[in-house]
């Protein structure tokens, strides 16, 4: 297969070229990488107008997705969602643009309204989860929504969610469209999905445009993404797509990530990751039913992230996390009643062996009572970028009751707001912020 961005690479580093061109460890840096390290030099193309060695490997990248488009990301997906909300932006001309979402959206997307002043309608299903992190988001909730609000300008979804939960997109898409109306995903979590045995991929399922991270789930370097364009998305996304990216991004975007996402896209196209997933979807299925044996509560239907509700289960995630550690694991988050755990191709057998033996030596006990309220509705005092940039002071949260939250408040990780900027801070907010370990808000 094609690796374009690497091979021009590999040819750079065999020259006897002088490198009077940035970057200035001019290849002999202290890391040991930085021969390969180079900049938008002749031959090196331009990653907002690609059309030589990036071009290339990006429609072979589209062509693995089945996309019209996919542009690549050196700074991560959420370069990728704040380009989605600026073509929305472009999108709705004159008049501000309303996009339906659900509350577990990711920072990225608040900064990405504020910056764009864009208005949000949010959707609270109930029940709403316990946690911030999780939304049940069905499709009856978006066309409800979508009946009650007609003048929205698109629909955005979060899917899978941090504690891998999946959406169903497939259906979501068909009624988004029926009311003449775009589908964004936010599938950051979910690179892998188009390469299961059966696609779930959200381009797949009639998303007009969503990100992948692709370096959450692939084997790719961190800070990598991919902005995925449907075959059926309006002409202007694909249009607009790159000069939107490039108004959010670096000038200087890093080849070594381009690289690692041109030898992933080679690893796609040839079938060799697609074969090492269904391994690994066995074996995280094999290691599900075995905590389960144990008798450990398993929440989420994501096929390669192991989420355990640890509070079910008599511990807080954040011990059960500690514990886990004693035994050389390290999850991915964990929070006062979750620890998540995602699983990828280079993974061992002797990996999930640990795991299996840790969580069998580690006691069950009583499960703990949550006195914390669900998230609920919040009063808008404002616009979010009215909030966003008016001079603010930073308090307490118990002295913060009735206060706006002037720049929003996010459980980091996983960076999901808990109140957002405009809205005035109730009680029951001011409980889930604790919750979250979050003592200090900045308010107007």
């Known amino acids: 297969m094609a690796t374009p961005i690497i091979d021009f690479v590999e040819n750079c580093c065999n020259s006897k070229v002088s490198r009077f061109f940035m970057p200035g460890h001019k290849g002999k840096g202290l890391l040991g990488f930085e021969q ?4 938008e030099i002749k031959g090196a193309d331009y990653l907002y107008e690609a059309s030589g060695i990036i071009g290339e490997s990006e429609r072979q990248t589209a062509a693995a997705f089945g996309a019209a488009d996919t542009l690549f990301s050196t700074e991560g997906s959420t370069l990728c969602i704040k380009t989605m909300l600026g073509i929305i932006r472009l999108m709705a001309g004159d008049t501000q643009p309303t996009v339906l979402a659900p509350r577990n959206v990711h920072k990225a997307f608040i900064d990405g309204c504020i910056l764009l002043d864009i208005n949000v309608v949010w ?4 029940p709403y989860s316990e946690s911030i992190c999780s939304a049940n988001i069905t499709p009856q909730l978006i066309e409800n929504a979508l009946k009650a609000h007609p003048d929205v300008t698109c629909c955005y979804v979060t899917s899978p969610d941090y504690l891998g939960n999946t959406a169903d997109i497939q259906a979501i898409a068909k009624i988004c469209h029926s009311f003449d109306k775009p589908l964004l995903v936010d599938n950051a979590h979910g690179a892998y999905l188009a390469f299961l045995e059966e696609n779930a991929h959200p ?18 370097c961190t800070g990598t993404a991919y902005l995925h364009i449907s075959k059926t998305a309006p002409q202007l996304f694909s249009k607009a797509a790159r000069n939107v990216m490039s108004m959010f991004a670096s000038t200087s975007p890093s080849y070594l990530l381009l690289q690692s996402l041109d030898l992933c896209g080679d690893m796609l196209a040839s079938g060799e990751f697609a074969q090492r997933l269904a391994e690994l979807v066995k074996r995280v299925d094999k290691c599900r039913q075995k905590l389960t044996s144990l008798g450990w509560a398993l929440c989420g239907n994501e096929k390669t992230k192991l989420t355990i509700c640890a509070a079910k289960c008599g511990h807080s995630g ?5 514990l886990l550690r004693q035994y050389s694991i390290e999850p991915e988050y964990s929070d006062r009643e979750y620890v998540v755990l995602m699983a990828g191709v280079y993974n061992t057998e002797s990996d999930f062996e640990r795991l299996e033996n840790a969580l069998a030596a580690i006691s069950i006990k009583p499960p703990l009572i949550n006195s914390f309220p669900p998230v609920v509705p919040a009063e ?3 616009s979010m970028r009215a909030a966003a940039f008016l001079p603010w002071e930073s308090v307490n949260v118990d002295d913060s009751l009735g206060r706006v939250c002037a720049m929003t408040v996010t459980a980091c990780q996983p960076s999901v707001p808990v109140v957002v900027s405009g809205e005035v801070i109730s009680e029951d907010i001011i409980k889930i912020m604790k919750k979250y370990s979050i003592f200090q808000v900045n308010v107007l």
């Open 123 to 126: 959707l609270y299903p109930q």
């Open 203 to 220: 381009i797949s399922l009639g998303a007009d445009m969503c990100c992948d991270s692709a370096h959450k789930t692939l084997p790719c």
């Open 318 to 322: 954040t011990e059960l996390a500690e």
């Open 36 to 39: 390969r390290d180079i900049t």
């Open 380 to 382: 808008r005092k404002m």
